[in-house]
């Protein structure tokens, strides 16, 4: 039986006992140990595995109450056969080619995998250089307070207030967090019925776009502007007007009202990270109201402003409940995390409640619980402060080595965030300086996909969240001396 499992990390002796009672019980579920023989003894597969006998002996023994193996006398263990009962036989299948002839093409009413959007590569880590947009520094990650509070989300009394069907609730004590401890950092004062908690900021956007659009409503987004807000908003509507950015964030053009929805990042518009000052906002909500349109306030960076006292959020300034906001705690806490909220009149957060329930009833709760506990001991300001240091200081270093590296490169102006937008030379092509750029370990990201209308070659983002200080300079150096290989046309089509 050894050959049928992995290698032990001996580098974790506290687990070994684990690891071999997992790797036993997988084998047993899979089929791989016959029902009829017995397993190895003790002292032949701790002499195989190269283990102490103790450990398989303990292993074996749990292994026993947990119902895997029955032990007969003078015999051994052996699989026993109950704990197989209820798996279904192998079905005996149509060949690949009889199973290919469904028109899988035809039967999908719509084909989300053709929508131009941004991939980011798993393997991220292991370049020199990752100027990746929306990852987090490991370095920077809290992980013992998270493990601290992830431990006490797992205690009995806690376990007892989650681990029951919620049906469309949220955890009040998460709910309590968003509304005493999140919002009022952006000016926002909402009741907790005014408030959503959603799988990311994605969930939000998705649920209110599908609320509030259908077909013959127009929807107003800027111009370049967030890819999967235009991805989805197509989902239900072809009417999307397209607004231009310009130095102070999305213009308010005349034709903006005739729109139903309008979607804006005022506090760092994504992607050129420009902050809408605030007699635009002022502006912009003036319109809403005599044009009668809704907004969705995308405050998805609003916690990285480095030179001013940041300005309120949209929301803070709305009286008369026209503003949709969406936070996340993706740029803070971790992306993977997937949280985040909504915050609206109380009439839509009840029917997106409702539609929420329909699509997976509500965000894991145990996650819920482990974030309640992370806001309200603290550890988010504390984390908020020294995130703020770094990237201030990153932001510092990226800014200082553009300058002297890519003075040719037009910058706007910005406040904060965790990205540099840049407009390289006309005649650029961004696609083949990613390329190039990815030979010598270096990663950043095409803004070609960001403009909806025209292609726009020449624009790409460099993110510094996930990069450590001391290669910030070589990499912008070496990001550089590429630049002028990279002015010929595209020799092949662009990848996204």
Not at 124 to 145: A, E, K, M, N, V
Not at 445 to 473: K, M, Q, V
């Amino acid at each position: 039986m050894s050959e049928l499992l992995f290698h032990l990390d001996p580098n974790l002796p506290d687990s070994l006992q684990r690891q071999l009672r997992e790797q036993i019980a997988r084998a047993i579920l899979n089929g791989h140990l016959p029902l009829e023989q017995a397993l190895p003894s003790s002292r032949k597969l701790a002499r195989d595995l190269n283990v102490a006998r103790n450990t398989v002996m303990l292993a074996y023994e749990q292994l026993l109450d947990d119902g895997y193996l029955i032990a007969r006398k003078r015999s051994g263990y052996f699989v026993n056969p109950e704990i197989l009962k209820g798996h279904a036989e192998k079905p005996v299948r149509l060949n690949d080619i009889e199973a290919d002839r469904l028109p899988w093409e035809e039967l999908l009413t719509m084909h989300p995998s053709r929508q131009k959007t941004i991939n980011k590569p798993n393997d991220w880590p292991s370049y020199d250089y990752p100027f990746l947009y929306g990852q987090i520094d490991p370095d920077l990650f809290p992980t013992q307070r998270w493990r601290e509070c992830s431990r006490d989300s797992m205690s009995v009394p806690a376990i007892h207030s989650w681990a029951v069907d919620h049906l469309n609730n949220d955890d009040p004590m998460l709910i309590e967090q968003i509304h005493q401890r999140l919002l009022p950092r952006r000016g926002v004062w909402a009741k907790p019925e005014e408030i959503l908690v959603t799988v990311g900021a994605q969930q939000a956007l998705w649920i209110t776009c599908m609320l509030m659009l259908k077909a013959g409503r127009r929807f107003g987004m800027e111009n370049p502007g967030y890819v999967d807000v235009y991805n989805t908003a197509r989902t239900f509507t072809d009417d999307i007007l397209l607004l231009p950015v310009d130095e102070q964030g999305m213009r308010l053009d005349a034709d903006i009202a005739s729109c139903d929805l309008v979607y804006a990042t005022p506090s760092h518009q994504s992607p050129t990270t420009v902050t809408m000052p605030l007699e635009r906002r002022r502006k912009l909500l003036d319109m809403a109201e005599i044009h009668n349109f809704l907004i969705i306030e995308d405050d998805y960076e609003s916690e990285t402003n480095y030179l001013d006292t940041p300005t309120p959020a949209l929301k803070s300034l709305d009286r008369h409940k026209r503003v949709i906001y969406v936070g996340s705690l993706s740029k803070t806490l971790a992306p993977g995390l997937r949280l985040g909220y909504m915050v609206g009149h109380p009439t839509l957060i009840r029917e997106a409640r409702a539609l929420r329930r329909l699509m997976l009833r509500h965000p894991p709760t145990n996650n819920q619980r482990a974030v309640a506990l992370f806001l309200d001991r603290g550890y988010h300001d504390a984390l908020l402060r020294q995130m703020h240091q770094a990237y201030h200081r990153r932001w510092q270093l990226m800014r200082d080595a553009l300058a002297r590296h890519m003075p040719h490169a037009a910058l706007p102006s910005t406040y904060g965030g965790s990205c540099f937008w840049i407009k390289g030379p006309e005649g650029l092509d961004c696609q083949k300086l990613r390329r190039l750029a990815a030979e010598q370990s270096i990663l950043i990201e095409c803004g070609d996909i960001h403009f909806f209308d025209t292609p726009r070659r020449e624009y790409f983002r460099l993110g510094f969240s996930a990069i450590a200080d001391d290669r910030i300079e070589e990499g912008i150096a070496r990001l550089a001396a590429l630049i002028p290989l990279a002015m010929q046309a595209c020799d092949t089509p662009p990848s996204i």
